[in-house]
């Protein structure tokens, strides 16, 4: 009886086996696209198990999807709250089914930033929530929210899943690529050792920023970064936004009584330069978050800095600016708040004077000399505790 039993389990079980296909792998592990969650309220809980918000970081475009469910607390958002980037783009398309909103958009669409380092392109943007009015202006049933979104895509791989088609270049625009200047900016954690995310900051926390610029070519460049703004979008030329360095390389907000802001000398090298500033919010803003937006630009390395060309730091214990290299006279114009003087001006083309435009100069090889680049954005929290965090694994 008892070799009875055991033949018709494995009879049972190897029917059950072969009821599976050989090829049919639906049962394993699967990559899931990558969830990005941040909720502005310490009390609102996203719930991971449904994964309210799924990024899809394709070919040229991203894919958002976000579950109405929003907090896992069972109550449907209103879908015309939800927008996305700084442009608020409206969604693309609805499943009453799901209950999810989709959002498709290009990769420099609605308002996304890029980021460039040597080795990925980094496209960021931002999924916001911010709820209408109650029928009722005396209560407030729910807080604005904003999800943080970033898709990555390496720079020297080949990101299409379509054939390479090998075509034929002439020599000149091949030379001119491989020798193009890549500015990048990049928050930093604590001991400089690796990329931070953005967002978990509070009043009273540092932002270590690393300014950079990296180049194929053979010649020694130093990096000077010649101004900073912070605002609410990318770009300078929002309001409200702060002047974070001016003047070719002073950096204001250190004059500030109530701030420790300096750049860190001495530089790690030549075409590297880091600085540190506290954590700030504009008043005001519901979304608590900040973009900072640097003008980088390169200089020879053996070019001895200038009043056009320096790093000021002002040091509060001898009240006066200090360079991070050469002589402190270069950083005397800081205080005066023009650095700009008739001996330097002639060295600049007209049009750059004007603060509302930006032009690409070239250094004596053809590179292009500088550039503006951007990080952000930057979520702050209003009570105690990490509010962002990221989840690994997938494609967003």
């Known amino acids: 009886p008892e070799s009875g039993l055991i033949l018709a389990l494995l009879c049972w079980a190897a029917g059950e086996v072969a009821a599976y296909p050989p090829w049919d792998f639906s049962w394993g592990a699967r990559a899931e696209p990558h969830p990005w969650s941040w909720v502005e309220d310490p009390q609102s809980r996203a719930i991971s198990s449904q994964r309210p918000v799924v ?26 709250d939800l927008t996305l980037g700084p442009a608020a783009c409206k969604h693309s398309s609805l499943n009453p089914a799901h209950n999810t909103v989709t959002f498709t958009a290009g990769l420099h669409e609605c308002g996304s930033i890029v980021q460039i380092t040597p080795d990925s392109l980094i496209y960021r943007t931002l999924l916001n929530y911010d709820p209408s009015p109650a029928s009722n202006p005396v209560i ?11 898709c990555h895509y390496p720079r020297r791989e080949n990101v299409s899943s379509s054939a390479i088609r090998p075509t034929w270049a002439p020599f000149s625009s091949t030379l001119s690529a491989e020798e193009r200047l890549v500015f990048s900016l990049r928050l930093m954690n604590e001991d400089w050792t690796a990329e931070r995310p953005f967002t978990g900051f509070q009043l009273g926390d540092v932002l270590n920023i690393q300014a950079e610029v990296a180049t194929e070519s053979h010649v020694p460049l130093r990096l000077f970064v010649d101004s900073c703004v912070a605002a609410l979008s990318p770009g300078t030329d929002s309001s409200p936004h702060y002047a974070i360095i001016d003047f070719n390389g002073c950096l204001v907000d250190g004059r500030s009584d109530d701030t420790s802001s300096a750049f860190i000398t001495p530089r790690p090298r030549e075409d590297m330069l880091r600085f540190r500033i506290d954590v700030f919010r504009f008043a005001g803003d519901t979304r608590n978050l900040i973009y900072i937006t640097c003008h980088l630009k390169v200089t020879p390395a053996d070019q001895a800095p200038d009043p056009l060309n320096k790093a000021c730091s002002f040091n509060k214990a001898r009240n006066t600016w200090a360079p991070v290299e050469g002589t402190r006279d270069i950083c005397s114009c800081c205080e005066m708040g023009n650095c700009e003087s008739s001996a330097f001006s002639r060295r600049l083309n007209p049009l750059d004077r004007w603060p509302s435009r930006r032009f690409r100069r070239h250094d004596a090889n053809r590179k292009e000399a500088e550039a503006d680049a951007v990080i952000g954005p930057v979520l702050l929290s209003r009570g105690a505790g990490t509010l962002g965090e990221q989840q690994e694994g997938g494609q967003g």
Do not use: K, M, W, Y
């Not at 999807?65 to 607390?73: P, S």
């Not at 407030?140 to 970033?150: F, G, L, T």
């Open 55 to 80: 990024v899809q970081c394709q070919e040229a475009q991203l894919v958002v999807t976000v579950h109405r469910d929003l907090f896992g607390t069972g109550r449907l958002v209103n879908v015309a």
């Open 140 to 150: 407030i049933r729910s807080n604005p929210a904003v999800i943080p979104i970033e």
